[in-house]
């Protein structure tokens, strides 16, 4: 058995696809205006993309957990550079901040047009989610890097419109060519980057919306709670300052 080719595998289909499935997930979350869903979702997408970049490129992760903060640390060893924009980022620094908090264990809030920067930052990442560091046999025989080629092809995609990038071989181009897959209807709605139609708008829906944790309310709850459930650390030592 070929080791490097089954390691790829995994990083497809137990990292790439599940992530996509989670991408429509937190998409179907955030129509049904389900906003702690929509964050645990996101993240886990998220996470689960760059652990899938991670893994194509031999980079180990074993303690990066739920932190996509810890993940784009570890990117930083890729033999490539993640160009991601600024909405990008911030989207994922909204989502490290809250998504891992599935408990509302602390206080969240929304604000700005959440699906619409979900769907970029998913399709920015997203681009990167194949083995792109390999060589190619030329005619002469020689053996050519294939790395700066396919990094050239992802950045010319920014310069297209999103729905003519592709990854072969992926979940949601699958999900897009069937018209009769019960995803594809919440994979399209309203998403500018996925799709077949070329679509130039969309109706993005701007949310501001808060809620507080029951801790945020009553930090002197903390020792209670602590003795029947588990808290993070971090959880724990904020709370602590205020109890």
Known sequence: MDIEKLLNNFATRSFRDTADCDYIAARLSHRANLLEQFHWQSLQAIEKYLKAILLYNRIKAKNIKHSLSKALGKAELLPFELNLTEIALEFIEHIDSFGRFRYLEASYFVRGPKLVELDKTIWEIRRYCKVLDYSKTLDDGTEQRMLPIEIERIRRATDAHPMEFELQGGLLE????NKNNPARAPLIWQNGFFGKSRRRTVEARSNFSMKNSPLTL???????????VYLPKEVIDAYSEQS
């Open 174 to 177: 699958e999900i897009l060519e």
């Open 218 to 228: 009553n930090p002197q709850l903390l020792g209670a709670v602590k003795e029947y």
